[in-house]
């Protein structure tokens, strides 16, 4: 049938469009030969493979050598500071006149600096973070961050393996030099702390909301009853629950061996065979529980305590380490390379390491602060405080959770570090767990 | 897609770098690991694709032959929720489809549904929701075809005594399959590849091939594993829609 002889009412360009079987053969190979002279470039590069730039260190005179940070120093710090963090994270104190939220320890640095602070809660997984910024990171351009705070873990591991962080120069950062604690100088995923100064540490555990559920939860296998089926979740990342399946099952995560895997491994599978388990979480599940989506799920220690000693609709949060141990794991400040305000990041860095800024943060967020005095003031403002502070300075100061007991510190594991195969052999083992 | 399949060849990791080595078997491990997320993906799909005509036929149909004066803004009222990002409209669904949300909360509250209900997780919320995202892309097409028959062929067929349904079936129908047509093709297609409606809607047993592209390629960082699965699913959905073209695209549907 000619276009001529198609019906009038039908548009036949239209239906050309939406219906032709074919593209003409001649046009096919038109698009096809400009298409593949468009990739031809790419195709050829590919084609050589993606060589990883294995850049361990700083080039002298480079970005991140003393040299460089001096040259910073003489500009002067930028007008404006992108920090980049996690949620329920910072303290806040109600909203200003224009509605944008006040952190008080984030406008004490502002007031005293006249620098800007863009204060972005983005971050909700360190996987998919690290997904999105690495394309940036790989071309050598900004990622549009100026700090980032990353877990210990595979992705900060490969970030300084690939140099895609600033080397510290810690001559600028005097309040760290003196206020950190020993548990927080020279960790053993950041020797000498050269690219990374710690936020807050936390533990995982188990969370539950005394409405639905009696608790205490304190191991894993509690979290598979019936009656709550569907109203569960586990966190679907790589490091919190394949290291927190190990110590449920009596393994220490630090000298665990492939086959102790395998056996995390059949333990989180059983879960997915279970059919009760709702998702394979991130920090969403804080949404999740805040609606009554949630029962019972695991959970990060301040993230909970928080919401049940601030809001009066979540104060029948509970949280408990479970009983076995748990892992402690810390979030890293760190500045990604090719920053556009890399002096300004470190000084608001240094800047949390002042004990009165730390011990705003701790009060808040009833996370394990990186500075020892900051506690001092915490448990001060404490016995300081009168009415419905005190009894909440008081839940914080007594936590062991903020200020962990020796009885608890003895339960502590760190995330297993993986090297080389590891990395894949661990991941080709757990991702696929999390994704069904 | 040369350099597609030119990585999903390369073997190696993220830390040492990727070689083309020409390692096939990239694409049987990628087939053998995730044959079930394929026939899932393929199987979702053609659940939007069947429950998107069902409901989106009845609306073109209804706007093409009642619409009247007012056609182009009911069009445009359709379309409005669309122009929020896809993303947002599929988070904004897992609060109102929250357990104690503003649907089953209140239900729930006066007794209709027992208090473990829920649609979260499930595989139905990742269909409704494809389907919810993917509906303009299955109604448009429709519309298009519906509104253009020539309602003298409906006046036509009812002067030789057909009834309104016998006039439907043998007139409106056939004039408007080049509608459906184009309307499973730009329904199917999107719907079989999405993730981001198993990734938020979703729970475990409602993973997409989307997901575990997305997951090999940001995730695990396994991009030869990840090009591989996203080279299968091209060559599935390109055979399959040639296949189609040819099969039902032919000149009938349109005479």
Partial sequence: MTEEQKPDHVDPTWL????????????????????VGALSLSSILAACGTPAEKKTGTKPGGEGSPEWWAEREKEGPGDTIQFTNWPAYIDLAGRDAQGNRIRPSLQAFMDETGIEVVYRADINANEDFYAAIRP??????????DIIVIT?????????????LIELDHSLTPNFNENVGPAFKDPTYDPGNRYTMAWQSGMTGYAWNTKFVDGPITSMRDLMNDEWAGHV??????????????????????????????QAADLLSSFNDWGGLRKWDDQAYLTAIENEDLWATMAWSGDIINDQLYYPEFASFRFAAPDAGTVVWTDNMMIPAKAENPLGAIQLMDHYYQPEIAAMLTEWNAYVSPVPAGGEIVKADADAASGDDKKVLNMIASSPYVFPTDELNAKLHSYRVLEG???????DLFLPIFTT | MIAMGSVALQEGSALEGYRLTWHIANFSDAISQYWVYFVRSLRNGALVTIVGLLLAYPIAYWIAFYGGRFKSL???????????????RTVSWSFILADSGIVFGT???????????????????????????????????????????????????????????EAFRKVVLPLSMPGVFAAILLTFIPATGDYVNAYVLGGPGTAMIGNQIQLEFLRAREYPTAAALAFILMAIMLV???LYARVLGTEEVTT
Avoid: C
């Avoid at chain 1, 940036?136 to 961050?145: I, K, Q, V």
């Avoid at chain 2, 448009?140 to 409906?154: G, H, K």
């Fill in chain 2, 240 to 242: 399959g829609a040639i």
């Fill in chain 1, 16 to 35: 050309r469009g939406m219906t032709m079987p074919r593209m003409s053969r001649r046009q096919l190979f038109r698009y096809a030969g400009a298409g």
């Fill in chain 1, 421 to 427: 195969e590891e990395v894949s052999q661990w991941n």
């Fill in chain 1, 136 to 145: 940036a990171l790989e071309n050598g351009e900004p990622t549009g961050h």
């Fill in chain 1, 152 to 164: 210990n873990g595979q992705e900060l591991t490969e970030m300084m393996a690939l140099g895609y």
């Fill in chain 2, 107 to 165: 239900l729930k509250d006066i007794g209709l549904l027992p208090e473990r209900f829920r649609v979260l997780g499930t595989t139905f919320a990742v269909v409704a929701g494809i389907t919810y995202n993917l509906l303009p892309f299955t109604i448009l097409p429709l519309y298009v075809s519906l509104e253009r028959i020539d309602r003298s062929l409906v006046e036509a067929a009812k002067d030789l005594y057909a009834s309104k349904t």
């Fill in chain 2, 74 to 88: 009911f069009l445009f009222l359709l379309l409005l929720p669309f122009f929020i990002s896809f993303v947002i």
């Fill in chain 1, 233 to 262: 979740t586990l966190f679907g990342n790589n490091a919190d629950a394949p290291n927190m399946a190990m110590i449920e099952l009596g393994i220490d995560p630090a000298t665990s061996t492939p086959d102790d895997w395998q």
